[in-house]
């Protein structure tokens, strides 16, 4: 994003299938802040029930701001999607898919990882995200401004001020070295991942190493609640 370049984006966690929910909070949102120019969804958007959804790709509701999915390529999301790599469900309303990178017309970077991987020691980036990730040691770049990963990277909470809530254990538990080498090779301003219905926030830390590596954006964790 180019410096001084202001963006007014909201993120929020999983929602479920509670699009009416969702929508009802971020009109509220948007009536006391003015308009935003993007809201990002991360973790479980479908849910099971998808009534309210429907709705809306039906037309009989609108989406009040251009809003981008980042939520795993489920049985569900297969209904709404046909093709894993994203597309668009109807006016304002767009799957980005189950992994990639995205760049606003303003310049904003995104990289996005949906899928759980299994083996959570393992930390190999599928080749089409790796070779995006690997722009990180292109001359000049200091780091993506966002970085959205439905797990949490390995060890994330370590060395960290805040204390972790105790409803975070099992995101602890799933962490993956995956998302954190891609965490390394991005250096985002912010990283935000799923909070298993619980907020937290890291104290900001460096994806470098200080006076070893060229400078890059200090990146700052948060976790999000469910809507």
């Known amino acids: 994003m180019p410096d001084g370049e202001v963006h007014k984006i909201l993120i929020c966690g999983g929602v479920k299938g509670k699009v009416n929910a969702l929508y009802s909070r971020v009109s ?3 009536n006391v802040a003015g308009q935003f120019d993007m809201l990002f969804c991360l973790g479980d958007f479908f849910g099971s029930q998808t009534d309210e959804l429907e709705r809306i790709i039906d037309g009989i509701s609108e989406v009040p701001i251009p809003t981008y999915i980042v939520s795993p390529y489920t049985e569900i999301a297969r209904k709404f999607c046909k093709v894993e790599s994203g597309c668009e ?3 304002n309303l767009t799957y980005l898919g189950s992994r990639g990178t995205y760049t606003t017309m303003s310049g904003l970077r995104v990289v996005y990882m949906a899928e759980l991987e299994v083996d959570s020691d393992s930390c190999n980036l599928p080749s089409s995200l790796l070779n995006d990730a690997l722009a990180a ?7 993506v401004d966002l970085l959205l990963t439905c797990q949490w990277p390995k060890h994330v909470n370590k060395l960290s001020a805040h204390e972790l809530p105790i409803g975070c254990q099992q995101c602890i538990d799933s962490s993956s070295m995956l998302i954190s080498r891609l965490a390394y090779l991005t250096r985002p301003r912010y990283h935000f991942s799923c909070g298993n219905g619980v907020y937290y926030e890291r104290s900001p830390y460096r994806n470098h190493r200080v006076l070893q590596e060229k400078a890059c954006h200090t990146t700052r964790f948060i976790a999000l609640a469910d809507v």
């Open 137 to 143: 040691e292109d001359y000049g770049f200091i780091g």
């Open 89 to 91: 469900l109807c006016s």
């Open 28 to 30: 509220k949102v948007i």
